[in-house]
């Protein structure tokens, strides 16, 4: 079962990176998609009681079972965990005792590739190995069918879609910003910085309106998905 809401047509998707003080060096850029304890907290709380918002974690971050299942399991909250297969036991990342025990607390498992590489660009092998090798790689861990993934760096086009697809996963989340029909095989997230406030969700669902400026939007999307 996903653990993404079914109930509403749309619903807007919401991604962790890292939580609270980062333990090791930051990659460029990763600074900004930290967030303090606090303002994870206060996130959650905001969408506790509702049906439409999902809540995802990306890059198989330490943060993830010691912050973030804590938090979760306090609010009665669910959220779906995708992993970096390659870097699974190493310092500051989960290992495999990890993604049990969030499966245990009745967690979802996705993929995050093999080693964190944008999928689009990447030739035939590589792209086996991010997409095919690191599912089977996390489905033996964690004793359960991996049919989600998310694409690092938002990354991917219509070669990279026609390769999840064939390759087992039902649904997959990107980095692009709004809304998304809960029905549909490409789900767009929104990721949470340290600048965001209680006003995020309020900010996404403004991307679909005026009518004119989510029509502009759709069109760039899909033309991003058929490249």
Same mark, same amino acid.
């Given at each position: ?61 330490? $943060?993830?079972?010691? /912050?973030? =299942?804590?938090? @979760? !399991?306090?609010? *009665? ?8 297969? +390659? ?67 938002? $990354?991917?086009?219509? /070669?990279? =879609?026609?390769? @999840? !697809?064939?390759? *087992? ?8 910003? +709004? ?49």
């Amino acid at each position: 079962m996903s653990v993404y809401p079914q109930v509403t047509e749309r619903s807007i998707n919401l991604t962790f990176h890292g939580i609270g003080e980062p333990p090791r060096p930051l990659d460029p850029g990763e600074a900004s998609v930290w967030v303090s304890l606090e303002t994870f907290s206060a996130v959650l709380d905001s969408v506790a009681e509702r049906t439409d918002v999902g809540i995802s974690f990306d890059d198989g971050n330490a $943060s993830d079972i010691e /912050r973030a =299942l804590p938090a @979760l !399991r306090e609010r *009665g909250l669910r959220g779906t965990f995708f992993i970096v297969a +390659g870097r699974l036991g190493t310092p500051h990342f989960l290992d495999e005792g990890d993604v049990r025990s969030l499966v245990a607390a009745g967690m979802e498992i996705g993929c995050h590739g093999m080693r964190h590489r944008a999928w689009r660009g990447l030739d035939a092998r590589t792209l086996h190995e991010e997409l095919v090798d690191a599912k089977a790689i996390l489905e033996a861990v964690a004793c359960q069918p991996i049919t989600c993934a998310a694409c690092p760096f938002g $990354s991917y086009d219509r /070669r990279v =879609l026609g390769t @999840l !697809r064939r390759s *087992g996963y039902h649904r997959v989340y990107t980095s692009d910003r +709004g809304m998304s029909r809960t029905s549909s095989f490409v789900q767009a997230r929104n990721s949470v910085g340290a600048g965001d406030g209680s006003d995020m969700l309020a900010q996404i669902a403004g991307l679909e309106t005026p009518a004119h400026r989510a029509v502009g939007r759709r069109a760039k999307l899909i033309v991003k998905r058929w490249r």
